[in-house]
Nanobody
Framework: QVQLVESGGGSVQAGGSLRLSCAVSGYTYRRNCMGWFRQAPGKEREGVAAIYTGRDSTYYADSVKGRFTISQDNAKNTVYLQMNSLKPEDTAMYYC???????????????????WGQGNQVTVSS
């Protein structure tokens, strides 16, 4: 059974930092596109960042570029999202997703990902 388990979320004041983790099991971790998405109430799920595990190629939404960093640990089958300089508008449920193959130009599209985690809440207050 494929499982993606997110952790590391919580509540933080604006300007603070959090690091999300996505532990993958029952799935071939290498050479896959691993994405982070978020969804706030009343909004569509949006792509935040993605990484191709075969090359460490990374992709970022403009809204988080320079503040968030996606990385991985192949030995632990884990993907991370380091979130710095957090803003209230970053408040959302964050989801980890996985899809075999490269990320390409559609990394931010929810439909391209086969597997999803259950989500982890991030709340940023001012």
């Amino acid at each position: 059974q494929v499982q993606l388990v997110e952790s590391g979320g919580g509540s933080v004041q604006a300007g603070g930092s959090l690091r999300l983790s996505c532990a993958v099991s029952g799935y071939t971790y290498r050479r896959n596109c691993m994405g982070w998405f978020r969804q706030a109430p009343g909004k569509e799920r949006e792509g935040v960042a993605a990484i191709y595990t075969g090359r460490d190629s990374t992709y970022y939404a403009d809204s988080v570029k320079g503040r968030f960093t996606i990385s991985q640990d192949n030995a632990k089958n884990t993907v991370y999202l380091q979130m710095n300089s957090l803003k209230p508008e970053d408040t959302a449920m964050y989801y980890c997703a996985a899809e075999p193959g490269g990320c390409g130009g559609n990394w931010y599209t929810t439909m391209m990902y086969r597997y999803w985690g259950q989500g982890n809440q991030v709340t940023v207050s001012s």
